[in-house]
């Protein structure tokens, strides 16, 4: 099947301007047009004045995600962080990110995009100013959680601004800068960050975040254009609690499963409850008049194939990131900028599958192949460094770097046209947020998963002989602390800390795996991706090309 270009635009209505797939019209904002492509010269300039300052501020939270793992180690001799506390540094800013990204996406919807970036952006770079003056592990935490919430307005409202102000013909590869930026973002922020930290402290990190805030800030409240849809309906706010509870309650028990137990009853209940919320929230949804997120979207075989697809790319991404950041600086002894400077090449092979590969390859074989070829690509490359050891070359990290990076860029692009295209202009806040949400639910999962996988099996292999209780208990909380006990504690650390990484990664390549066999089998009609039609639709049959699956969605409906 094949992902339809921007041409393929919804009809117009005598006088409501196009008519989106919802029977959503269009809508005017404070300075723009919602609902609409930008069709005037004027608008397609401003368009191009707007993709730099949409970039700047979706890379300023993007690389907040990963930007402070190349630190963990400084972290965890300062501050005297576990490893289950440094998971919690990490996820404290992806869990409010992924929790609370569909209501800043219904906030961006119904208030104005370009508010919710300014909102977003001010809280993101306040959090930061305060996080200069922690010393605690704790108060880094809760700091970090007060980062993603900002975040979760930020992201959603960059995409949806792209697809509400671009015109047609530049819709496409203002989503593929889009996706290649979103993709990259994070590895450069871990450059950066590496850079930072050999002249200054990990502090410098949060000091980088307060500088790309108040630039991307200050840029938006003069270029961007405000766009919202001032008929949306009301937020549903119960909705978003009960994600916010559910997610909270199972990352949470996941990421405490090495220290608890992964068969204790607490660790088993937290998960169970954690999913009951999950699935309340679904039933919830159904039943809503006006839901955050409509569980029958899933049933657009392109649009699950697409969250599926990112979902699984994100997961196996960060949990690499998190993990092989400080292999190289605890295992083979880099400097923070040598291990990020390693990572550089993943994130051209990035840009070069999303903006290159990708584009070229989409309109001759289409959404399918494409998809699946990435995946594979990502499995390959997180099978080939999962093979690293202590004594591993360089090389070796770079052969699965490259595939890795491909990949993803390649998944990356058509995942997201398919999602963004399965709702009208009016609601693109809540798409371009499910997109995002995919993202960071997946980069969550992949930190609390695969950094819990690697770290129970640290603490089961960790057993140094003829040590005092409270000094094994030292070693086993982080290699970071066991490195700078005895020699003989630290080597087999090391190697504690390998078999555990080994093991997360080969984990990562078997869902990215099952994940290419899931997109095969949902993609495997061929025809163009339908937009799908909400209860109440007053769409005709003429307004896009439907496929099986969106004709059975709106019979259901």
Not at 172 to 191: E, M
Not at 294 to 316: E, K, N, W
């Amino acid at each position: 099947m094949t992902i339809p270009t921007a041409a393929q635009e919804p009809p117009t209505g005598p006088q409501n301007g196009p008519v989106g797939p919802v029977g959503t019209s269009g809508a005017t904002g404070a300075s723009g047009t919602v609902g609409t492509g930008v069709r005037s010269g004027a608008a397609g300039a401003t368009s191009h004045a707007t993709l730099p300052v949409i970039m700047l501020a979706l890379a300023t939270v993007v690389a907040a995600v990963a930007s402070l793992n190349v630190a963990l180690p400084s972290i965890a001799r300062d501050t005297h962080a576990t490893q289950t506390q440094l998971s919690w540094i990490i996820d404290a800013y992806a869990l409010p990110f992924t929790a609370l990204l569909l209501l800043g996406g219904a906030i961006g919807d119904r208030y104005g995009r370009r508010r919710a970036l300014i909102a977003g952006l001010a809280i993101f770079g306040a959090g930061s100013v305060a996080a200069l003056a922690v010393s605690t592990p704790g108060w880094l935490i809760a700091l970090r959680a007060v980062l993603g919430a900002g975040a979760a307005l930020v992201m959603p409202a960059t995409l949806s601004t792209i697809t509400a102000t671009f015109p047609a013909d530049q819709r496409p590869r203002a989503v593929g800068a889009w996706t290649g930026v979103a993709g990259a973002s994070a590895l450069l922020g871990v450059l950066t960050s590496g850079l930072l930290l050999e002249f200054w402290s990990w502090r410098s990190v949060f000091g980088l975040n307060v500088a790309l805030a108040v630039v991307a800030l200050a840029a938006t409240l003069r270029v961007i254009p405000e766009s919202a849809d001032p008929s949306a309906p009301r937020l549903d706010l119960f909705g978003a609690l009960l994600t916010v509870v559910g997610l909270g309650v199972t990352v949470y028990s996941v990421i405490e499963a090495p220290t608890e137990g992964w068969t204790s009853p607490r660790t088993l209940g937290g998960i169970a409850g954690g999913l009951a919320v999950l699935a309340g929230f679904v039933a919830w949804e159904l039943r809503a008049r006006t839901p955050l997120l409509d569980p029958r979207l899933f049933g657009h075989r392109a649009f699950a194939a697409g969250t599926l697809s990112i979902t699984v790319q994100f997961f196996g991404f960060f949990g690499f990131i998190f993990l092989v950041l400080q292999y190289l600086q605890l295992v083979r002894g880099d400097s923070a900028l040598r291990a990020a400077l390693s990572l550089l090449p993943m994130s051209l092979a990035i840009m070069s599958g999303a903006r290159g590969m990708a584009p070229r390859l989409l309109p001759r074989v289409g959404a399918r192949p494409v998809i699946i070829l990435g995946l594979v690509l990502v499995t390959t490359g997180l099978l080939v460094i999962s093979r690293l050891d202590g004594t591993s070359a360089y090389w070796s990290l770079l052969a699965g770097l490259l595939p890795l990076g491909a990949g993803m860029g390649l998944a990356m692009t058509p995942a997201t046209t398919a999602i963004t295209e399965a709702l009208p202009a009016a609601k693109q806040g809540v798409g371009s947020a499910v997109n995002d949400l995919a993202r960071e639910l997946g980069g969550a999962l992949g930190i609390a998963v695969l950094g819990s996988v690697m770290q129970s099996t640290y603490r089961d292999q960790l057993q140094p002989a003829g040590l005092p209780d409270q000094v094994v208990e030292q070693a086993r909380s982080s290699l970071a602390v066991a490195s700078r006990l005895a020699p003989e504690v630290a080597r087999q650390a090391q190697s504690a800390f390998v078999d555990g990484m080994q093991l997360a990664l080969t984990c990562a390549a078997v869902a990215a795996a099952v994940a290419a066999l899931a997109v095969a089998a949902l993609l495997r009609r061929d025809g163009a991706v339908a937009a799908i039609p909400h209860p109440g639709s007053s769409v005709p049959a003429s307004a896009s090309p439907k496929s099986p699956e969106a004709e059975s969605f709106a019979m259901k409906s």
